[in-house]
Structure formats: structure tokens, C-alpha cells
């Protein structure tokens, strides 16, 4: 494959890697606009229903205080308060009356028969039944609304009514029930801007962020002729507390992310070493082919001089054509063993090894080789053997095989006759 096709297929895959990402993002940003919106619109409906909780925590207290009047009560507990009860006699039996009046805003009403036979008494039946006279603080909720223009308890400012313990509670109580558990601040304020009630036990910065937050209500909405308070709530991490409710949503989506890139990534390396290792076996094997041709031609020339009558009858000469056939042959021997470690390049395991030698000895040894074809073109050589520093630390194999290679393109590259210094 061609390198610009590799970079094109490349380019693609990261441009499609990039957008994926981007979608996702978009996504995931639209996901947490849409929680924070959820999130303001349900602290505005629990803001609505402590609004309403605290107008009726006013009118049960002020039920309980009118004892003289005919919504008169005992406090039973503080989840249910007894409106009337009474014992009466009668042949016996004794009978009691209660009529419970519940945080529900409901009333009960039971009735309790014990008969006196000289033991300490036992209960014969208890019967409880709602007459259906609906919520009484419903209705007197709405009679206040009118009353109280003219009630004198509503003169008093609204922080000697109502206690911040309570309405903290009543707002906790209320987003439990959104369930919001965020941690908050709270405070009451005036029309101006001033707190009227507060938690003077903390610190006193958060009031200023609190005089400015988008989260509030009127807590007075049934005095007509009062100045308006409202209650307002600050979340100082409302954004963290948002973004944890998303933490299994960006943490799934992260890692899908994560694994497409480390896959892409991974991809990209292995199109890029292949294409290397290609690249290395086609230098390999052109590289070789050419080596190969060096011993082979000194092999085919000391074969022909060998038949040749005239080069027999030389003292010393079949000698020395058949040494240079034995080390051409031990060349090509140390070739094939080359071509052989092509299943290590393509592993990525090619290593080098590398010891120190005398370059000098392998330098006349390729020439020896040459020599033959060299005078076949009445060539000439001169070597210059005279380095202070012929140690060198390398592969002696490729080291003979550069050297071979240097010289063959000499003679192969050189017009006649030849001449290599």
C-alpha cells in the first residue's frame, strides 16, 4: 500500500475518532442542561410546598395557643394533638370520648368502653372513625386569610412567629421528600433585601450570595396588608451536586471513549509498522539480490578461468581459482542465512550483533573477491591501510556485506577501465 493511502485512511479514521468525540460531548453537555433544569424546577416546586408548610405550621400554632376560643387543643405529641376528650359513667361501663386533631389536618374521633367487674379493668373495644369533616387547618388556613388583616398575633414580626430551627426543618423535611439532600443555605428576607431570619449561629457571608440567589419564595402569602418575606436557598455546590447525580453516565461514556481511542491508537501502530517492516523486507531482499550477484559473477569467473587451458597452465593459478570458489560459496552460505532472518524482521525482533574487529582484514578480504572481475577489465585498485583506528564495533556480517556492496557498485558504476582507491 502506498504511503499516501496509508495517510489518507489514517487522516479519515481520526477525523471520524474526532467527531465521535465531539458528538458525545454535545450530547453530554445537553445532558447536564437538562439535569440542572430538572433540578431547578424541582427546588421551585419543594420552595412552593415549604411556602404552604410553613403558612400551616403558623396556623397550628396559633389553634394551640386560642385555647379559650372553639379551635382550642392539648398538645398530645408532636404528631397528633387532642382536640376534646372526656370520661362518663353508666351502669358500669365506663366510656371516653377523644377527638384527635392530626398533623394530616384531619380529625379523629374514637371512643373507649372499659367495664369495672373489681379487676383492674379491661378493655372491651376501641373503635376509631373520620366523620369526613375534612381538613380543619385547610379551612382555617383560608379563614385566615381574611382574619388575618385584623388578627393582633400577625402584628408580630414574623421572626418571633416562626423560629429558624423550624423552617429549617420544614425545608429539609420538603426536599427529602424531592429528593434533594444538596447541602443549602437559607435565610428569610424582607422586600429591601434584608435578613430578618436566620442561623446567627453560622457564619455570616453566605447571607450576602443568599440576598442574590435565584431561589426563593414568599412565605406570607396570606397577609394582605404585610410586608412580603421571602425564603431564600443557595446551593454552594449546586453544579458538583449535578454533575455526581451524571457520574455513572460520564463515567460509562469515558471509558467507551477511552477504548475507541486506545483501539484507534493501536490500529494506526500496527498500519504504520507494517508498512515499516514491508519496507524493511523489500530493502532486504533488493539489498540481497544484489549481494547475491557479487559472488555468484566470482564464482562463474573463476569457473571459466578454470576451463580455460591456458590459465591451468599457470603455476598456482587452479589453487587459487578454486580458494576463491570456497569463499564465495562460504559468502552465499552467510547470505542465505541473512535472508533467513526475514521471519525476525517481521516479528520485530532484528537485532544486531555487535563486537569489536579489525575492519582492515575484512577490507582485503573483499577486495580478493573483486579482484577477479577487476582484472577481467583491466581494472586497478589501491588500498590504503595505513588507519591508527581500525577497531569498530559492529555486525560483521553486514559490515562485509557493505563493504562487497561499496565495491561491486564501484565496478559496476565505473567506465573502463576501472579504478578504486
Same mark, same amino acid.
Given at each position: 500500500m502506498k504511503r499516501s493511502w496509508i495517510y489518507t485512511v489514517v487522516g479519515l479514521m481520526a477525523i471520524a475518532l474526532i467527531g465521535v468525540v465531539a458528538i458525545q460531548y454535545y450530547f453530554f453537555q445537553n445532558t447536564v442542561k437538562l439535569k440542572e433544569a430538572q433540578f431547578r424546577y424541582s427546588v421551585n416546586m419543594a420552595l412552593n410546598e415549604v411556602s404552604e408548610e410553613?403558612?400551616?405550621y403558623e396556623t397550628k400554632e396559633r389553634l394551640l395557643k386560642n385555647r379559650n376560643s372553639r379551635r382550642a387543643l392539648d398538645r398530645l405529641d408532636s404528631i397528633q394533638r387532642v382536640m376534646a376528650s372526656g370520661w362518663t359513667q353508666q351502669d358500669g361501663f365506663y366510656l371516653k370520648d377523644t377527638i384527635i386533631l392530626t398533623d394530616e389536618g384531619s380529625l379523629q374521633m374514637s371512643y373507649t368502653s372499659y367495664h369495672n367487674l373489681g379487676n383492674d379493668g379491661k378493655l372491651i373495644t376501641e373503635v376509631d372513625f373520620d366523620p369526613g369533616l375534612g381538613s380543619v387547618v385547610d379551612q382555617v388556613w383560608i379563614e385566615d386569610m381574611i382574619a388575618g388583616m385584623f388578627d393582633f398575633e400577625r402584628m408580630r414580626p414574623f421572626e418571633q412567629r416562626v423560629q429558624f430551627t423550624e423552617v429549617d426543618s420544614i425545608v429539609h423535611k420538603v426536599f427529602d421528600g424531592f429528593g434533594i439532600d444538596? #447541602? $443549602? #443555605?437559607?435565610? +428569610?428576607?424582607? /422586600? %429591601? /433585601? *434584608?435578613?430578618?431570619? %436566620? #442561623?446567627? &449561629? &453560622?457564619? $455570616? =457571608?453566605? $447571607? +450576602?450570595?443568599?440576598? =442574590?440567589? #435565584?431561589?426563593?419564595?414568599r412565605v406570607n402569602q396570606n397577609e394582605m396588608i404585610s410586608d412580603p418575606l421571602f425564603l431564600h436557598i443557595r446551593f454552594p455546590s449546586e453544579r458538583s451536586y449535578v454533575m455526581t447525580t451524571l457520574w455513572p453516565l460520564l463515567f460509562t461514556s469515558g471509558s467507551l471513549m477511552l477504548i475507541i481511542m486506545a483501539a484507534f491508537a493501536f490500529t494506526v501502530y500496527i498500519i504504520l509498522r507494517q508498512k515499516r517492516v514491508s519496507e524493511i523486507k523489500n530493502d532486504f531482499i533488493n539489498n540481497m539480490t544484489h549481494e547475491l550477484k557479487t559472488p555468484v559473477s566470482t564464482i562463474a569467473l573463476a569457473c571459466e578461468a578454470l576451463s580455460d587451458p591456458d590459465m591451468r597452465s599457470i603455476s598456482g593459478s587452479t589453487d587459487r581459482y578454486v580458494g576463491m570458489i570456497n569463499e564465495e560459496n562460504k559468502r552465499l552460505g552467510t547470505l542465505v542465512e541473512s !535472508?533467513?532472518?526475514?521471519?525476525? !524482521?517481521?516479528? /520485530? &525482533? $532484528?537485532?544486531? =550483533? =555487535? &563486537? *569489536? %574487529?579489525?575492519v582492515h582484514p575484512f577490507i582485503r578480504e573483499a577486495v580478493d573477491h573483486i579482484r577477479l572481475a577487476l582484472d577481467k577489465r583491466k581494472g586497478e585498485i589501491h588500498l590504503d591501510l595505513s588507519s591508527a583506528g581500525p577497531i569498530v564495533q559492529a555486525d560483521k556480517v553486514h559490515v562485509q556485506n557493505i563493504i562487497g556492496n561499496l565495491l561491486d557498485n564501484a565496478m559496476k558504476y565505473s567506465e573502463d577501465p576501472p579504478r578504486i582507491i
Amino acid at each position: 500500500m502506498k504511503r499516501s493511502w496509508i495517510y489518507t485512511v489514517v487522516g479519515l479514521m481520526a477525523i471520524a475518532l474526532i467527531g465521535v468525540v465531539a458528538i458525545q460531548y454535545y450530547f453530554f453537555q445537553n445532558t447536564v442542561k437538562l439535569k440542572e433544569a430538572q433540578f431547578r424546577y424541582s427546588v421551585n416546586m419543594a420552595l412552593n410546598e415549604v411556602s404552604e408548610e410553613i403558612q400551616r405550621y403558623e396556623t397550628k400554632e396559633r389553634l394551640l395557643k386560642n385555647r379559650n376560643s372553639r379551635r382550642a387543643l392539648d398538645r398530645l405529641d408532636s404528631i397528633q394533638r387532642v382536640m376534646a376528650s372526656g370520661w362518663t359513667q353508666q351502669d358500669g361501663f365506663y366510656l371516653k370520648d377523644t377527638i384527635i386533631l392530626t398533623d394530616e389536618g384531619s380529625l379523629q374521633m374514637s371512643y373507649t368502653s372499659y367495664h369495672n367487674l373489681g379487676n383492674d379493668g379491661k378493655l372491651i373495644t376501641e373503635v376509631d372513625f373520620d366523620p369526613g369533616l375534612g381538613s380543619v387547618v385547610d379551612q382555617v388556613w383560608i379563614e385566615d386569610m381574611i382574619a388575618g388583616m385584623f388578627d393582633f398575633e400577625r402584628m408580630r414580626p414574623f421572626e418571633q412567629r416562626v423560629q429558624f430551627t423550624e423552617v429549617d426543618s420544614i425545608v429539609h423535611k420538603v426536599f427529602d421528600g424531592f429528593g434533594i439532600d444538596a #447541602d $443549602l #443555605d437559607m435565610a +428569610v428576607f424582607n /422586600g %429591601f /433585601g *434584608q435578613p430578618v431570619l %436566620f #442561623d446567627r &449561629e &453560622e457564619d $455570616l =457571608k453566605p $447571607l +450576602v450570595a443568599l440576598s =442574590k440567589t #435565584d431561589y426563593r419564595v414568599r412565605v406570607n402569602q396570606n397577609e394582605m396588608i404585610s410586608d412580603p418575606l421571602f425564603l431564600h436557598i443557595r446551593f454552594p455546590s449546586e453544579r458538583s451536586y449535578v454533575m455526581t447525580t451524571l457520574w455513572p453516565l460520564l463515567f460509562t461514556s469515558g471509558s467507551l471513549m477511552l477504548i475507541i481511542m486506545a483501539a484507534f491508537a493501536f490500529t494506526v501502530y500496527i498500519i504504520l509498522r507494517q508498512k515499516r517492516v514491508s519496507e524493511i523486507k523489500n530493502d532486504f531482499i533488493n539489498n540481497m539480490t544484489h549481494e547475491l550477484k557479487t559472488p555468484v559473477s566470482t564464482i562463474a569467473l573463476a569457473c571459466e578461468a578454470l576451463s580455460d587451458p591456458d590459465m591451468r597452465s599457470i603455476s598456482g593459478s587452479t589453487d587459487r581459482y578454486v580458494g576463491m570458489i570456497n569463499e564465495e560459496n562460504k559468502r552465499l552460505g552467510t547470505l542465505v542465512e541473512s !535472508v533467513l532472518q526475514t521471519a525476525i !524482521v517481521d516479528r /520485530g &525482533e $532484528l537485532k544486531l =550483533k =555487535k &563486537e *569489536q %574487529f579489525d575492519v582492515h582484514p575484512f577490507i582485503r578480504e573483499a577486495v580478493d573477491h573483486i579482484r577477479l572481475a577487476l582484472d577481467k577489465r583491466k581494472g586497478e585498485i589501491h588500498l590504503d591501510l595505513s588507519s591508527a583506528g581500525p577497531i569498530v564495533q559492529a555486525d560483521k556480517v553486514h559490515v562485509q556485506n557493505i563493504i562487497g556492496n561499496l565495491l561491486d557498485n564501484a565496478m559496476k558504476y565505473s567506465e573502463d577501465p576501472p579504478r578504486i582507491i
